[in-house]
């Protein structure tokens, strides 16, 4: 089992910056054969600062953002989880 998070550059960004789509997967180590429990976009990254600040500003964005308690939901056979928010941002 294993664990891998997805940046992938969606080419919208300009010369400065660049937006990614980014994805949390769980499966046997490849993109098909796992599956999705998180994903989202980053946003105006600089390319300037490099991959390493990417990273850095995701995991920052999460941990700041307000409390959301999540439940796993799986379809009748088991081909794909989600997280439903059981709480609206802010309360």
């Known amino acids: 089992m294993a664990l ?3 940046f992938q550059n969606d080419a ?3 010369n400065k ?3 990614y789509n980014i994805a949390v997967l ?3 180590g490849t993109q098909s054969g ?3 429990l998180w994903s989202g976009r980053h946003k105006g990254h600089n390319r300037k600062d490099g991959w390493k600040k990417l990273v850095q500003e995701w995991l920052t964005s999460l941990i700041d953002a307000p409390a ?3 439940v ?3 379809s009748r056979r088991g081909e794909s989880v989600r997280f439903v928010s059981t709480r609206k941002r802010g309360s």
């Open 34 to 36: 796992s599956q999705v």
């Open 72 to 74: 796993i939901r799986q």
């Open 4 to 6: 891998m998070i997805v």
């Open 12 to 14: 919208t960004g300009t």
């Open 26 to 28: 769980v499966g046997d």
């Open 68 to 70: 959301v308690t999540h």
């Open 17 to 19: 910056n660049a937006n």
